[in-house]
């Protein structure tokens, strides 16, 4: 049965990974693969969560099934958490939601919805946009198209290029954004820029699908959801797919929420209901214990402010190593302007190199990141900054 399958090659982050390990240079630095680290190079379990999991230890006495939706505390915590307390949408009983494995579960059982609500519906990603979520949402059976979002030559967005092809997207088709910390650019839009792209959704009725991996890590856990809560305060029909992986450190437990906004109350029960039936037929229903930790976190004052001091940590750490980088560069006498590394917001920046510099930094240095010159900031650390520098000038 299988001999007619062909040999698929290597996923290309995955791959970086397995060649960085074998590396024996001692200077080698790995700035691939999107996770967190700390100043060690370490991906630490928060303090908030270890204390979490003890408070679940003692309090869990079951490992019976869980339903389809997951558990309720964790949507209702991670609901106000991304809309604030009063958020219209909510106050109206209008938000259909369940708990996902992972951020990409959400984006799985998103694409799913759209495809059963009309599977002629195009989904628009940005060029660039994360890899995944082309399998992810074609994979459902949906189309998809780009729209310009990044200027590699000015180091910026082209937001020009995006709000009009926003402009000729068809009435019903679904918008993909990033609601903050772009991955892979790192480049972010502005309140004014948001706006602008809620008047176009308005004009166009178009649907947006706003991707939200990265809250917290940008300018702050309210700050970050800005563009998202303005869509949902303001558009009839929104598609959320929100991760936990990284601003609770809870990768491998595979914790999302997949939440639409939808017109009525009444059509929030119909959604529920659909999202419910395609959970059920993927996995059936979502591991619960990632979910249970944040239910409690979010639902202990002194536990979530511990967690909201750690993301803030996350986030300065990052913030302040992009303005060591870029002031390495400058102090080594980078021929190129990186100053737009500190514009650039979360984990990832594009440092606007060619391949053939990617490829270089890798073989002659040891450095290691994708070809497109996505590197992970957090990657980054005191000691290896000067060596990082010296080679990124050295290949410029
Ligand atoms: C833009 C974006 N969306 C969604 C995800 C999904 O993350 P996970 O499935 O690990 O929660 C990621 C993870 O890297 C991401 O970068």
């Not at 799913?112 to 609500?117: F, G, P, Q, V």
């Amino acid at each position: 049965m299988f001999e007619v399958l062909p040999q698929l090659p290597a996923d290309p982050i995955l791959g970086l990974s397995t060649a960085f390990k074998a590396d024996t240079n001692p200077a080698k630095i790995d700035l691939g693969v999107g996770v967190y680290k700390d100043e060690n190079g370490r991906t630490p379990i928060l303090n908030s969560v270890i204390k979490a999991q003890q408070i679940l230890l003692q309090k869990e006495d079951s490992k019976t099934y869980i339903t389809p939706q997951g558990v309720q505390g964790f949507i209702d915590g991670m609901l106000q958490l991304l809309l604030g307390n009063s958020h219209p949408a909510l106050l109206a009983d209008r938000i259909s939601a369940v708990q996902a494995p992972g951020g990409c579960g959400a984006l799985r059982i998103l694409a799913e919805l759209i495809k059963r609500s009309n599977g002629e519906t195009t989904v628009w990603v940005s060029d660039p946009t994360w890899a995944n979520h082309i399998p992810l949402i074609g994979n459902a059976g949906l189309k998809i198209e780009t729209y310009p979002y990044f200027d590699k030559a000015a180091a910026g967005i082209n937001f020009e290029g995006m709000i009009s092809a926003l402009k000729q997207v068809k009435k019903g088709d679904v918008v993909l954004l990033h609601a903050c910390c772009h991955n892979p650019t790192g480049a972010d839009l502005t309140n004014e820029q948001w706006q602008q792209v809620l008047e176009a959704a308005k004009e166009r009725e178009f649907i947006p699908f706003v991707d939200i991996a990265y809250l917290g890590f940008g300018d702050g856990l309210e700050e970050d959801s800005y563009g998202l809560r303005l869509l949902c305060e303001n558009l009839p029909e929104v598609l959320v797919a929100a991760s936990c992986s990284k601003n609770f450190g809870l990768y491998r437990e595979r914790v999302g929420l997949a939440a639409i906004v939808t017109q009525s109350a009444d059509q929030r029960k119909i959604v529920q209901s659909q999202i419910q039936a395609i959970a059920r037929g993927i996995y059936s229903m979502p591991p619960s214990y990632g979910g249970a930790l944040v239910d409690i976190i979010l639902h202990d004052d002194a536990l979530k402010a511990e967690w909201q001091n750690e993301v803030s940590e996350m986030r300065t750490r990052m913030q302040s190593l992009r303005a060591l980088l870029v002031s390495k560069l400058q102090e080594k006498g980078a021929s190129k302007d990186f100053s737009f590394i500190n514009e650039q917001k979360g984990m990832f920046s594009f440092l606007c190199i060619s391949p053939e510099q990617v490829i270089k930094m890798r073989d002659d240095f040891s450095v290691y990141f994708v070809d497109s010159s996505r590197v992970n900031i957090a990657g980054i650390s005191t000691e290896n900054v000067d060596y990082l520098a010296e080679a990124l000038v050295s290949v410029l």
